[in-house]
């Protein structure tokens, strides 16, 4: 039987700070964000530091952690600006993300493959100022060899192309590419990598990502974030955290609480 784990939740609070960044000032807080969302049963807290500051800007950064009791996740991509920023704060973990200017959001996994040898001084940096890196890839084995020998101890596995196949109603390509994320949790885990997941997720596909037994974290956002503004983020997050436990309970057997 495999080995599953308590199923933990990261909650993105980017998309708060993009609301606030609409206006100016100060509000909505993205720390206030943060701390409703761990009373919420988040596990951690996720946010992007962009090159271009779209949301999350550096004195977020410095607030989060210094006032969540919480790990944060901070995602960046691999420049000699956020690895300075990263070694300066010391998050409890980095997660290295591709970035390109024009883009809307994240739009797929890092080529570890294609990457290695910039990717290297990077992790080994990090991994040396005891901060947990992880490499938001696309679930396929080749990028999972690769971070194995890059010595990450972590992947994050796209989740995206899943998600936007169930919500076009493409129920061969979503079938696919769940076996894919299935596969590819699977090898990670094999390999000796923590396995979390994230892009995409909302209440729709949350269950079926949740009963893969290898993954260990999910982190979720933009979704939560519009979901919030009909029934607040408690409740948005109340709900995904019960979604969640609902389905690593049918997979572990265990009635539900």
């Known amino acids: 039987m495999q080995q599953t784990h308590k199923l933990r939740l990261g909650v993105n609070i980017d998309h708060v700070a993009t609301i606030r960044n609409a206006r100016g000032g ?5 720390l206030r964000a943060a701390r409703l969302a761990v009373e919420a049963g ?19 950064i410095h607030r989060l952690v210094d006032d969540i009791d919480v790990p944060l996740n901070l995602e960046m991509a691999a420049t000699d600006e956020m690895l300075e920023i990263a070694l300066r704060h010391k998050p409890h973990a980095c997660c290295l993300v591709p970035e390109k200017r024009e883009e809307i959001t994240t739009e797929g996994g890092l080529d570890a493959a294609a990457g290695h ?11 040396d100022a005891k901060i947990r890196v992880s490499l938001f890839i696309d679930p396929h084995p080749v990028q999972l060899a690769v971070a194995k ?5 972590v992947v994050e596995l796209h989740t995206g192309a899943y998600c936007d196949a169930v919500h076009e109603g493409r129920s061969d390509d979503a079938a696919s590419e769940l076996s894919r994320l299935r596969e590819a949790a699977q090898t990670g885990a094999e390999l000796g990598l923590e396995v979390h997941a994230g892009h995409g997720i909302g209440y729709v596909t949350v269950g079926a990502i949740a009963e893969i ?5 999910l982190n979720i956002g933009h979704f939560l974030v519009g979901e919030a503004i009909f029934g607040g983020l408690d409740s948005a997050i109340r709900r995904m955290r019960a979604l969640m436990d609902q389905a690593r309970n049918k997979i572990t057997g265990q009635a539900s609480a």
């Open 117 to 127: 040898n910039h990717l290297a001084p990077f992790v080994r940096d990090l991994i």
């Open 149 to 153: 020998a890059l010595g990450a101890p």
């Open 26 to 30: 100060g509000h909505p807080d993205p």
């Open 213 to 217: 037994p290898q993954l260990v974290e």
């Open 42 to 60: 988040a596990d951690g807290i996720t946010a992007h530091l962009r090159e271009d500051r779209r949301h999350i800007g550096d004195e977020d």
